[in-house]
């Protein structure tokens, strides 16, 4: 919860792809910024196309990220892995945004969200390790990469959350239900993450940063799409804009 009176902290929030910027292409970022605005805070939407000098620059003036979800896979060669014949090709410009931010948000204690692809580059940040092609190189009955028709109502299914874990807090227990889209997810976390839940087959669903007090979170499912009506994603926006309305960020100060 923000603190009556105090500022609207502000969320950095790159796009998805570099080509979908440059195609001027914005409505599969505008349910991320419709939930971080609704949940309090002030949205910067962050070019991949900034020199490193400048992505310095603006990140000192942020309180916190979210890092969205993206149809790219991030390249193999990050973790040390051969390209799966199915992973998708990677985009060199997110890659390289998404890991400045995570450098400055770790080094200045703000909080992060990250989501999808964002819980994945997360992960690859950190040495982590990821499975490039869920439906081939795991024995599963959940279908966690769907493809429906536009506005077809989101495939769900359940997830197991640590008790101990921040997300069962904000869950209000040790299981929930999460929409699913994706192909890849995490293998091997990486340093200092903690796996918060797991789907029923194993897959990893959420991490949580134990390296310090920070709050940083990663997201396999998207809770962006569900955040007007399910009250764990409303939470997940509510605590990383309540977390960063404490961090103010010293280039705003």
Not at 111 to 122: D, E, F, N, R, T
Not at 218 to 239: M, N, S
């Amino acid at each position: 919860m923000i603190p009556q009176g105090a500022p609207k902290p502000r969320i950095g929030i790159p796009y998805r792809t570099r080509k979908e910027e440059l195609k001027g292409d914005f409505a599969k970022v505008e349910p991320y910024i419709g939930s971080v605005r609704r949940a309090g805070a002030e949205v910067v939407v962050i070019s991949l196309g900034l020199s490193t000098g400048h992505l310095e620059n603006i990140a000192r003036t942020l309180d916190g990220v979210l890092l969205t979800g993206s149809p790219a896979d991030v390249d193999p060669a990050r973790f040390g892995a051969e390209r799966h014949a199915r992973c998708n090709d990677a985009d060199p410009d997110r890659e390289r945004t998404d890991f400045a931010l995570l450098e400055h948000c770790f080094a200045e204690q703000k909080p992060v969200l990250a989501i999808c692809y964002g819980i994945q580059s997360l992960n690859v940040f950190l040495s982590g390790t990821l499975v490039q092609d869920i439906p081939s190189e795991l024995k599963t009955t959940i279908e966690h990469d769907w493809d429906d028709e536009p506005g077809a109502p989101d495939r769900t299914h359940a997830i197991r959350i640590d008790p101990d874990s921040r997300l069962a807090r904000i869950a209000g227990g040790p299981q929930a239900s999460v929409n699913s889209s994706h192909h890849q997810s995490i293998r091997e976390p990486g340093r200092n993450l903690r796996i918060a839940s797991r789907a029923v087959d194993g897959v990893i669903e959420a991490v949580e940063w134990t390296g310090d007090a920070n709050w940083v979170t990663g997201v396999q499912w998207h809770p962006e799409r569900a955040a007007e009506t399910d009250g764990v994603a409303r939470g997940l926006f509510g605590e990383l804009v309540g977390v960063a309305s404490m961090r103010k960020a010293p280039a705003r100060a």
